[in-house]
């Protein structure tokens, strides 16, 4: 079965640094991937997608992600974080569509 | 743009009691899907519903759980006899064939 790995339960950035979360999956094709934040009490929003063809995206609010077949991951970047990019940060995976399998999440903090 | 909205955005509600979460999905959306997030916890799939049935289920979809589309634009998810351990917030998503997963912003349930 796919699974989603996020090794970073909890990082904290200073504010204007950058920032790097790791995702890995496991599946047998390369899935649809997608990067979703969601500050606290929110739903989930939708940052950056990839299906096929450049392997670096550009998503809303700045973030980016390169997706590496060989390492069968899809990290998020951004070069400048801001105090209000605090929030928890979801990686899935979506095998042709069907349906996504979640990550655990990777809180962000920010310090001033 | 056009986004899924959820009712109610919170309820609360005593062990025992059934209860019915409303999603709107995006009006052009044939695809359409709930997911759980238990407190602190990753995002679990619970079911999906295409052309009036049940396409995919997960473990967590027992016999408590059901889901409708009464009408032409809602997608209900109904659960009866609720338990404690049913407090999460439940996510709608919508989908095109094949597309991304736009979700709601959550109905956050809590059992007493």
């Known amino acids: 079965a796919q699974s989603v790995t996020q090794p970073d339960i909890h990082i904290t950035v200073s504010e204007g640094a950058s920032l790097e979360l790791r995702c890995n999956y496991s599946?047998?094709?390369?899935?649809?991937l997608f990067w979703y934040v969601q500050s606290p009490g929110q739903g989930l929003q939708l940052l950056l997608k990839?299906?096929?063809?450049?392997?670096l995206v550009q998503g809303i609010k700045g973030f980016e992600a390169e997706f590496k077949r060989s390492q069968s991951s899809f990290n998020l970047r951004k070069p400048s974080v801001h105090w209000s990019d605090a929030a928890e940060y979801f990686c899935?995976?979506?095998?042709?569509?069907?349906?996504?399998?979640f990550g655990p999440g990777t809180r962000l903090s920010v310090l001033p | 743009e056009p986004e899924v909205t959820q009712t109610p955005s919170h309820q609360v509600t005593q062990m025992g009691q059934e209860v019915i979460l409303r999603c709107v999905p995006i009006?052009?959306?044939?695809?359409f899907y709930w997911y759980r997030q238990i407190l602190g916890q990753k995002v679990e799939f619970l079911v999906s519903?295409?052309?009036?049935?049940?396409?995919?289920k997960s473990e967590i979809f027992d016999d408590q759980f059901s889901v409708e589309r009464p009408d032409g634009s809602n997608f209900t998810l109904k659960i009866r006899s609720t338990k404690l351990e049913d407090s999460a917030m439940y996510f709608c998503?919508?989908?095109?064939?094949?597309?991304?997963?736009?979700f709601g912003p959550g109905t956050r349930l809590l059992v007493l």
């Open positions: 998503a919508s989908s095109e064939e094949g597309g991304t997963q736009y």
């Open positions: 599946y047998g094709a390369t899935p649809y």
């Open positions: 990839y299906f096929s063809g450049d392997t």
């Open positions: 899935a995976v979506a095998p042709y569509g069907q349906n996504f399998v």
């Open positions: 009006s052009n959306h044939l695809y």
């Open positions: 519903f295409y052309n009036n049935e049940i396409s995919e």
